[in-house]
């Protein structure tokens, strides 16, 4: 069993449309992550949900809205789709334990958005 | 300047040889750090984790952290062919992955 599925792996749209991606775990996480990865290759988090609420909104464009009906489940939501929208998005989980360090984060085999 | 710098490489070595991948950072707070292994057309998982300065083994993987330097280490002994892969830097200065800062990813080829 796929411990963090996102469906879906490849995503090709055009710009100004509206697309969704969802995301799954079945690792019993309590936060759950967003992740956009460039070109480059360069990783940097977007959202951090935390048993359904919202922890960090990193400097993303409002266009982006996560949803979290409940702690297995964080989707993202991309409104009006530029091309520089185009990138990897990675959902991620986590453990929430407090005084111990960091947690490993488990990351989904990401979603290839491209916007043409 | 990024928090943290590492260079994207490609990295090719021959089967057995010892992979060296380094990152440097800037923010002197930071006290956490990982390295995660990425596949092609896979998420990112954690191969090591080190908290504040010193050395840590695990197999084949021996992670370093000098924090005077600023400076981490990932050392690969005995290169195999399925080693082939991105590795990730990150680095946090607080508990949890909130504020995790990841470098650019060091690509590695192992040549059989």
């Known amino acids: 069993d796929t411990a963090v599925s996102q469906t879906p792996k490849y995503l090709v749209t055009q710009m100004g449309n509206d697309k969704s991606i969802k995301c799954e775990q079945n690792?019993?996480?309590?936060?759950m992550y967003w992740y956009k990865q460039d070109s480059k290759k360069f990783l940097k988090i977007m959202f951090s949900?935390?048993?359904?609420?919202?922890?960090i909104n990193e400097t993303v464009p409002n266009r982006f809205s996560p949803k979290s009906p409940d702690k297995a489940h964080l989707n993202l939501h991309i409104n009006s789709l530029e091309l520089g929208d185009s990138a990897v998005y990675f959902c991620?989980?986590?453990?929430?334990?407090?005084?111990?360090?960091?947690?490993?984060?488990?990351f989904g085999n990401g979603t290839r958005l491209t916007v043409t | 300047q990024k928090e943290v710098e590492q260079d994207p490489g490609p990295l090719s070595v021959p089967e057995g040889a010892i992979v060296s991948l380094n990152c440097t950072y800037s923010?002197?707070?930071?006290?956490?750090f990982m390295w995660y292994r990425q596949y092609s057309r896979k998420g990112p998982e954690l191969l090591m984790y080190t908290y504040s300065s010193g050395n840590k083994e695990d197999g084949r993987f021996t992670a370093q952290v000098d924090k005077s330097s600023k400076y981490i280490s990932l050392f690969i002994r005995d290169s195999q062919p399925s080693d082939s892969a991105t590795y990730l830097c990150a680095m946090s200065a607080e508990e949890g992955n909130n504020r995790l800062a990841f470098g650019k990813g060091n690509q590695v080829v192992v040549i059989p």
């Open positions: 949900y935390n048993n359904k609420e919202l922890i």
């Open positions: 991620a989980s986590s453990r929430n334990r407090q005084g111990a360090g960091v947690s490993p984060l488990h």
């Open positions: 690792l019993g996480h309590d936060t």
């Open positions: 923010n002197s707070a930071f006290q956490y």
